[in-house]
């Protein structure tokens, strides 16, 4: 069983939309958790932290469900420039473990 | 300048050869890391190093080796590469963590590389 899994979508929504998705992970000693973005083929890049609270960064909202051991992000008024691979990150003594990533393509 | 460079950015070599890629960082950052990101898989942990004198094995070492010659350069090497070691490989880099907390890690351009 992987250690994070996500829905690897392709999502494909309207600029103006809101579109949400969710990971699991199998650890449950992780001890913090995080969305990274990856560009086509390039570096990832850490999109926000997640915490128990659920947290927002613009139009960005990130849930943290440690009962069912899932986190979820939210994007509200979805921007072309949203188009990318968010991947679901765990991390367990500061190593992390990644999921495969959930594609978003936005169109005009 | 990237805070993170990898060299080369991309590879091709034959089954068999020796490969070294390498990683440079400016950032100051103690703790580096080797991955791999193969399609549908994310990005998995080859090796990592807290600091100059710390190397450990991820979750797929085997078939590389790595070596820490300095705080900002880590190197990554396949003694004999294989074709199923076609990869994009990423080094990434974080700062020192106080117990329960974490530092996000900052990663380099990649390295593609083709064995063939």
């Known amino acids: 069983r992987k250690e994070v899994e996500q829905d690897p979508g392709p999502f494909n929504v309207p600029e103006g939309a809101t579109v949400a998705f969710n990971c699991t992970y199998s650890?449950?000693?992780?001890?913090?958790f995080f969305w990274y973005r990856q560009d086509c083929r390039k570096e990832p890049k850490l999109l926000m932290s997640?915490?128990?609270s659920g947290n927002e960064d613009g139009r960005f909202t990130a849930q943290l469900n440690r009962a069912s051991q899932y986190i979820s992000l939210l994007i509200r008024d979805s921007k072309l420039s949203d188009s990318a691979t968010y991947l679901c990150v765990v991390n367990v003594d500061y190593k992390l473990s990644f999921g495969a990533g959930t594609t978003v393509t936005v169109r005009a | 300048d990237a805070d993170v460079t990898q060299t080369p950015r991309n590879r091709i070599t034959k089954t068999g050869k020796r490969i070294m890629l390498e990683c440079s960082q400016t950032?100051?950052?103690?703790?580096m890391y080797w991955y791999r990101q193969d399609p549908g898989l994310g990005l998995r942990l080859i090796y990592y190093?807290?600091?100059?004198?710390?190397?450990n094995k991820g979750e797929i070492s085997d078939g590389y080796s790595v070596s820490r010659q300095a705080q900002a350069k880590f190197s990554l090497s396949l003694e004999s590469a294989i074709p199923n070691q076609t990869a994009l490989y990423f080094c990434?880099?974080?700062?020192?963590?106080?117990?329960?907390?974490?530092?996000?890690?900052?990663f380099g351009p990649g390295t593609r590389l083709t064995v063939l």
């Open positions: 950032k100051g950052h103690d703790r």
């Open positions: 190093s807290f600091d100059v004198k710390d190397i």
């Open positions: 990434a880099t974080s700062d020192t963590g106080t117990s329960g907390t974490y530092n996000e890690q900052f």
């Open positions: 997640v915490y128990s």
């Open positions: 650890n449950s000693a992780s001890q913090s």
